[in-house]
Structures are given as structure tokens and as C-alpha cells.
């Protein structure tokens, strides 16, 4: 199994980012993919997660109406769209795929800063 993520970056206040995971080694389209997160200090926690078929999503509190999980199956490939960033979104995001055992990428930072 290899995740590996992409998009982050160094960003403002308000504006949009969007995460990428490329999947592989495994049944991508049979199994539900996650994001999580882990500012410094903290300990990670669960952001977005989407089923199988990409029909059903679940949102931490924190990020409802501002972040979009979605994933095609054809690419083997899950996104999250990230808007009205705020400083507190400051973290490394990791795509976590649980087939069965968790398996996480490497990470990729976001930095919401004026």
C-alpha cells in the first residue's frame, strides 16, 4: 500500500487549497479513505472521510462548509477541497487508507499565515 499526498503550501487567510492522494497497492474504489491532520503540539485528528463509492461524507466540526472530500475511483485518487482557510487549519494533512490495517502517507504541510 503507498499514499502519497501533494498540494500543500503556504497560504492566506481565506483563500483555497486542494489536497491530492494517489493511492496504490490496494482495492482503492472497495474502501472508505480519510484525511487527518496534526498540528504541533497535537495529536491527529480526523478531518473528512468518504465511502467507498464516494455517496457518503463525514466532516470533523471544525471544517464543515469550509472542506470538500470527494475521490475518483478511476484515478485511484482522493482530494480535499479547502476553503476560507484559517490559521488554525495550520497542519500536516495525511491521507489514511485502512485495508485493513492503517496505512498513512508521508504528509504534506499547510501553513495558513498573513
Not at 476560507?84 to 498513512?104: F, I, M, Q
Request: proline fraction near 4%; include cysteine.
Amino acid at each position: 500500500v503507498q499514499l502519497v499526498e501533494s498540494g500543500g503550501g503556504l497560504v492566506q487567510p481565506g483563500r483555497s487549497l486542494r489536497l491530492s492522494c494517489a493511492a496504490s497497492g490496494f482495492t482503492f474504489s472497495r474502501y472508505v479513505m480519510r484525511w487527518y491532520r496534526q498540528a504541533p503540539g497535537k495529536e491527529r485528528e480526523l478531518v473528512a472521510a468518504i465511502g467507498s463509492a464516494g455517496a457518503s461524507t463525514n466532516y470533523a466540526d471544525s471544517v464543515k462548509g469550509r472542506f470538500t472530500i470527494s475521490r475518483d475511483n478511476a484515478k485511484n485518487t482522493v482530494y480535499l477541497q479547502m476553503n476560507s482557510l484559517k490559521p488554525e487549519d495550520t497542519a500536516v494533512y495525511y491521507c489514511n487508507a485502512r485495508v485493513p490495517d492503517d496505512y498513512w502517507g508521508q504528509g504534506t504541510q499547510v501553513t495558513v499565515s498573513s
